[in-house]
Nanobody
Framework: QVQLEESGGGLVQAGGSLRLSCAAS????????MGWYHQAPGKQREFVAA???????NYADSVKDRFTISRDNAKKTVFLQMNSLKPEDTAVYYC?????????WGQGTQVTVSS
């Protein structure tokens, strides 16, 4: 099985930055098909950014010019650098990993952007 450990959330003012980390452990054969969703109160969980099954990067339109996803293969860790944060980015951010047709989720980390 796979375990995902998230960190880096917090409270920032609009225009500020945060860097989220997701460290994977367990039976990880690839760091592909791994990335981030977020969920605000009363809303559906929405895609944010990810490495695809072939290692390419996808971003949601709302974050494409502000967020950057990266990874450290040796540490099996995926990062999300979030710049120019807006109050609309306030949500719980969840790391995910798809492996063998099963979706693993992290516990979530709260990101709050004040105006």
């Amino acid at each position: 099985q796979v375990q995902l450990e998230e960190s880096g959330g917090g409270l920032v003012q609009a225009g500020g930055s945060l860097r989220l980390s997701c460290a994977a452990s367990g039976n990880i054969f690839s760091i592909n098909d791994m990335g981030w969703y977020h969920q605000a109160p009363g809303k559906q969980r929405e895609f944010v950014a990810a490495f695809t099954s072939d290692g390419r990067i996808n971003y949601a339109d709302s974050v494409k010019d502000r967020f950057t996803i990266s990874r450290d293969n040796a540490k099996k860790t995926v990062f999300l650098q979030m710049n120019s944060l807006k109050p609309e980015d306030t949500a719980v951010y969840y790391c995910y990993k798809l492996q063998y047709g099963y979706m693993y989720w992290g516990q979530g980390t709260q990101v709050t952007v004040s105006s």
